[in-house]
């Protein structure tokens, strides 16, 4: 892999660092557990709708859209995640590398049953994997992958794989912005 990463203009040395800690961080499995400020209730359900021009009246009768899985578990305006979240910790540990801009590329969700108003949800997170170092459009950077696993009780309700690029910005004598 070395040929790879010197092609690519990254240090041995720190890829070494990135990979390393990816892995002790994908060792920790599921992390940053936490439960949803609110149960799943009606008001929540009716701005959705209203935000994303759904009229069907199914959503009116007590149950939530499986699109809405995530919106339960977001932190608010003033939420932090919690120290052991595993995509905020490999992120700070590309940052600290220097790579420093980020660039969502994929969502893939799996929705197992609606949720339905008085349902408390909550989430657990875990680093799935890191890949890089890559040379896309944007710059050199790694892949990193997040895979959030909603739950009701012991039930898993739905699960999402969340890909983003960290990336050092290509210059502008190499074409960048």
């Not at 209203?50 to 339960?72: I, Y």
């Not at 969502?104 to 909550?122: A, F």
Request: net charge negative; glycine share 12%; charged share 25%.
């Amino acid at each position: 892999m070395t040929g790879d990463v010197e092609l690519f203009g990254v240090d041995q040395a720190v890829h070494e660092k990135v990979m390393a800690e990816a892995e002790r961080i994908k060792a920790l499995g599921e992390a940053a557990e936490r439960e949803a400020r609110d149960p799943v209730n009606q008001p929540t359900i009716n701005n959705w709708l209203e935000a994303m021009g759904n009229t069907d009246p199914r959503w009116k009768a007590g149950e939530a859209p499986p699109s809405m899985a995530q919106v339960w578990t977001m932190y608010g305006l003033g939420g932090k995640p919690p120290a052991d979240d595993p995509l905020h910790g490999m992120m700070g540990v590309l940052t600290e590398s220097g790579f420093t801009a980020v660039l969502g590329t994929n969502c893939e969700q799996e929705y197992h049953r609606t949720l339905k108003v008085g349902e408390q949800v909550r989430v657990t997170t875990a680093l799935d994997s890191v890949v890089g170092p890559k040379r896309t459009g944007m710059g050199v950077g790694y892949f990193v992958t997040s895979r959030n696993t909603w739950y009701v009780g012991d039930e898993v309700v739905a699960t999402m794989l969340f890909r983003v690029l960290k990336f050092v910005p290509r210059s502008r004598e190499e074409g960048g912005a």
